[in-house]
């Protein structure tokens, strides 16, 4: 027994000295550490001070070159307009089966819905997050949101004529904004209660003087 504690002593020892070299090492790197801090604080505040009033110049300039963009941007914006003589073809603005006709002197049937009403546009099949492009050039007239549509797009073709997007997300444009034909404009997103029968879509509606007309006439 008395070798056994003594072994059990000696181990205890060696344990207490080893701790005591890791305690004194680890508080060397620790004011080690503690001083490159410093040091590099120190050395942070005397670049501040040394460029500080460059900064500030460089930013305020910076701040009044992008307001002289934006406004050009602006202006430039709303000099631009768009036109649309009603008889060039303009282009899908994605690719699928019309799930619903343009109807507005008869009604179709809303399987959603379960009634038959009008309908001023037409639904194409299309899968979510599918790519929307603009039919040609037009400008931005206003986004919102509809509770039978979703997240819409209005556009001004021009000339009297506007084309309103339903069931999108992911808009990739802005109000008064310019687009070109071709131009992708947000995504086809998830349809609304309205419209979870007949699968997922995009609405699409035209109109000429604030009378709706028939899209697949003027689509390519």
């Keep these: 027994m008395r070798k056994y504690y003594g072994v059990m002593i000696v181990g205890f020892v060696l344990f207490l000295g080893i701790m005591a070299y890791y305690s004194i090492q680890f508080r060397q790197k620790r004011e080690i550490?503690?001083?490159e801090v410093e040091l590099e604080q120190k050395s942070v505040g005397v670049n501040n001070s040394a460029t500080q009033g460059t900064t500030q110049t460089e930013t305020t300039?910076?701040?009044s070159t992008q307001e002289a963009e934006t406004t050009e941007e602006t202006e430039s914006?709303?000099?631009?307009?768009?036109s649309?003589?009603?008889t060039s073809k303009l282009i899908w603005p994605l690719q699928g089966n019309i799930l619903l006709p343009y109807s507005v002197e008869s009604?179709?049937?809303f399987e959603s819905l379960d009634q038959y009403r009008i309908n001023k546009g037409i639904l194409i099949e299309a899968k979510e997050g599918a790519s929307v492009k603009a039919v040609k050039q037009a400008k931005?007239?206003?986004i919102k949101e509809s509770a039978e549509y979703g997240q819409t797009v209005l556009l001004d073709l021009g000339s009297g004529y506007k084309a309103?997007?339903?069931?999108m997300k992911k808009i990739s444009v802005k109000e008064g904004e310019i687009v070109e034909k071709g131009q992708v404009i947000g995504q086809v997103s998830a349809p609304t209660d309205y419209y979870t029968l007949e699968g997922t879509n995009l609405y699409f509606q035209m109109e000429k003087d604030k009378k709706s007309v028939d899209p697949s006439k003027y689509l390519e």
């Design 107 to 109: 009604t179709v049937y």
């Design 61 to 63: 300039t910076e701040e």
């Design 164 to 167: 309103l997007y339903g069931q």
């Design 77 to 82: 914006t709303i000099n631009q307009s768009v």
């Design 33 to 35: 550490a503690k001083q």
């Design 84 to 86: 649309y003589d009603g």
């Design 140 to 142: 931005v007239q206003e």
